[in-house]
């Protein structure tokens, strides 16, 4: 395996906290211009309010006012404002667009829905006008201070998809490469096997034909262990290439599993098949491999109750709906911690002095990219047992 996937956990670790970091600062920073932003526009709106009292108050019209109000009232071209009397009716409005086609009743309506929202954002700047007239300006945050305010937001869900993206791509990748690697290997195991197993087979054939090995028991122990090879190499077989599915019999395939299983392990395991559908319930399965994950399984048990324990297989519904076949595979044995359910099935992992810690990581894979189907922890308590639960297509 690659180192880079070797470090997938702290290059995960460096994806998450690179978007929260980006994420932060863009935030702190869009807050910080925010607040400028708005300082600015009520010091903005507070000038506009002593220009509009100073150029009300004033009789005289030169070129001073004119400058004032070309450079301080007309200027403001982004800020909403309705001005209003002292009574609350509206004299006049700036740079609020209203709906085309309005009637003067709807149009009020309008303005007043656009006040009240104004009222909800700013305090209201009283202008005092002497003898006791007064007007009132209201406004509220500009199109560009909201759009700013929002932007965090934005940029906090691009940068989420863009972490999405990176995270998905490095296990695809990942994914991609282990299953060159898997499908490499057992090629070449198939192939390696190839040779030697053919020799064994002439010699198997000429030992039988032979009147100097007759009635000898090496003879049939052999003609056993070639058997043996052949089925070895036809699962390596099968993962190297795209294997055929077959409605087939899940208890007798489970069955014929234990019975090969029940004189290769201890004699203190107790085996048990049962099922729970209607006699000769099938499933899409390549016999072969789905053999081989029982027999994992079934391994990875044995090893949990060190020799000693009983082991149910249990046939029923499951998945969505109850429309797959569910082989469930429960021990007796040590058990295994919520936080190790996935971990179980990496390729590497095992708690035995001496191992691969490929059999699960096997399993799951045949079971998941060859028959579609899920293996997966259903249910453990350490010091109890370990239920195991093999989704099969029906």
Known sequence: MLPIYDQKSRIKLVIVVLSLVIGAVTVIYTNLLVRRLRE???????????????????????????????????????????????????????????????????????????????????????????LGVKQII???????????????????AIIASLAAIAYLVF???????????????????????????????????????????????????????????QIITERFSNIGSVPVLKDEDIREVAERAVDYLKVRVSR???????????????AKVNIPL??????????????????????????????????????????????IPKSKFETVFQPGYTTKKRGWGLGLALAKRIIENYHKGRLYVRWSEVGKGTTFRVLLNG
């Not at 309005?102 to 149009?107: D, G, Y």
């Not at 991609?176 to 898997?182: F, G, I, K, L, T």
């Not at 002439?202 to 262990?225: C, I, N, T």
């Open 138 to 156: 209201y406004y509220k945050d500009s199109l560009i201070l909201t759009q700013l305010r929002t932007y965090p937001l934005v940029q906090l």
């Open 268 to 282: 203190k395991v107790v085996f048990k098949v049962e099922s729970l559908l209607e006699p000769g319930a099938t």
């Open 290 to 335: 789905l053999e081989w994950v029982i027999e994992n399984v079934c391994k990875n048990a044995v090893d949990a109750m060190d020799g000693r324990g009983s082991i149910t297989m249990v046939i029923r519904h499951g998945g969505r709906n109850n429309r797959q076949v569910a082989l469930d595979i429960t021990d007796t044995g040590k058990g």
């Open 171 to 229: 296990s695809t990748s990942r994914r991609a490469e282990q299953n060159r690697v898997w499908v490499g290997l057992a090629k070449e195991t198939a192939h390696q096997l190839g040779t030697p197993l053919s020799s064994l087979m002439a010699w198997q054939s000429y030992m039988q034909d032979s009147e100097r090995f007759q009635g000898e028991p090496v003879v049939e122990e052999l003609a056993k262990d070639v058997k043996r090879l």
């Open 40 to 130: 600015r526009e009520q010091q903005q709106v507070n000038l506009y309010a002593r220009t509009l009292r100073f150029l009300i108050s004033t009789e005289v019209e030169d070129v001073n006012t004119a400058f004032l109000k070309t450079e301080i009232i007309d200027a403001n071209t982004t800020i909403p404002v309705i001005l209003a009397d002292g009574e609350g009716n509206i004299i006049d409005y700036r740079n609020l667009t209203l709906p085309p086609g309005l009637s003067e009743t709807r149009r009020e309506a309008f303005l007043r829905n656009e006040l009240n929202d104004m009222k909800g954002q700013h305090p209201p700047i009283v202008v005092d006008l002497g």
